[in-house]
């Protein structure tokens, strides 16, 4: 009957993930299909041809810095419950962005936590808490980051309405993840509890769950959260500025933290593998309303989209190899139970 139950559940997670990357994909082959109707592909060529071989490398060395605080982050909050070496969980990091490169509807967040779960013998289910945590953190981040951008460059029309709904966004990511934590001290709890219970399998799950989502509760853990996510950002924007300089675009701090917060918001949306055409079609849509023409924005938005997928699929690939290589080498020792 367990097992029966548990077949029932992957199928049901089988037919939503096949769901969310179906419409995903379909979201991307819609942006590129805008983008060609609105961009002149050989002008925006031209544009790229000639970036500057200097500021593709500061973007190199920005989106290297954003990576490693990315992986602090998440280091961080796992810290309370295993504390890993700071190398081993970056190498993770880089394999679920690694994963989003080639998966649809962002499931490298999934399949970070089954890599780490499996590879350090921890629950996957607990280390799935974690990156919600971590996803709220990074959400409000953008939000504030956004919602800042706006503020300075008195924007108005659509940027507005992305970043209240933005705003709202958060407010219920917030109030799941108290819902989440609390949900043992909630009125019915007990009664709910008592039908999970009857299926041990499930009832494991949930407490597992709620361990990782715990970590949101310790003060001290979420400063360091946000901390590394403020200089992840940091860098983002910075991988934006620097672009611009490359293709010839003079972009103020607050234009390329729009843009940066803009494609963030847009991710939340399903779309493709590695956000093909929407990231692209965020950049074009927010820098015409700074006066870009269409052209130089699509190439300076394509340049920054290609440094990430560089950075992250070659860290992703280097890290997959050494998890292959560690687990070669600890062939026979006994690991703890991570079905979970």
Avoid at 215 to 221: I, K, N, T
Avoid at 249 to 262: D, F, M, P, Y
Wanted: glycine share 10%; no cysteine.
């Amino acid at each position: 009957m367990l097992a029966a139950d548990g077949t029932d559940r992957r199928m049901r997670i089988s037919r939503g993930a096949l769901l969310r990357g179906t419409l995903g994909i379909a979201i991307s082959v819609f942006a590129i299909w805008v983008l060609v109707r609105s961009v002149d592909l050989q002008a925006a060529w031209e544009v790229l041809r000639t970036a500057s071989p200097a500021w593709i490398g500061v973007m190199l060395v920005t989106a290297t810095v954003d990576m490693a605080a990315r992986g602090a982050r998440w280091r961080a909050l796992l810290a309370p419950i295993a504390p890993l070496p700071y190398r081993r969980v970056l190498g993770y990091t880089y394999i679920g962005y690694l994963a989003n490169n080639v998966l649809p509807a962002r499931l490298g967040e999934l399949y970070r936590s089954h890599a780490l779960g499996d590879g350090e013998g921890i629950s996957r289910t607990t280390v799935l808490g974690t990156v919600v945590v971590e996803r709220v953190v990074d959400t409000v981040m953008v939000v504030a980051i956004a919602s800042l951008a706006v503020f300075v460059l008195s924007a108005r029309g659509v940027m507005t309405s992305a970043v209240l709904l933005g705003a709202a966004f958060v407010a219920l990511l917030v109030i799941a993840l108290g819902l989440g934590m609390a949900a043992h001290r909630l009125p019915g709890a007990e009664r709910v509890g008592a039908i999970i219970a009857r299926r041990p399998r499930l009832h494991e799950l949930a407490l597992r769950l709620r361990e990782g989502l715990a970590v949101a509760g310790r003060p001290r853990v979420v400063g360091v959260a946000i901390a590394f996510s403020a200089m992840a950002w940091a860098a983002s924007i910075t991988t934006f500025l620097a672009a611009g300089q490359a293709v010839g675009v003079e972009l103020t701090i607050a234009q390329a933290a729009l843009l940066t917060s803009g494609v963030a918001l847009v991710t939340i949306v399903p779309s493709g593998p590695g956000y093909l055409g929407t990231f692209e079609l965020t950049v074009v849509g927010i820098a015409s309303g700074f006066g870009i023409a269409r052209n130089d924005a699509f190439a300076m938005g394509l340049l920054v989209h290609l440094m990430i997928l560089a950075t992250t699929s070659i860290g992703g690939v280097i890290a997959l190899l050494a998890v292959r290589r560690r687990r070669s080498e600890s062939t026979g020792s006994v690991v703890p139970d991570a079905t979970a």
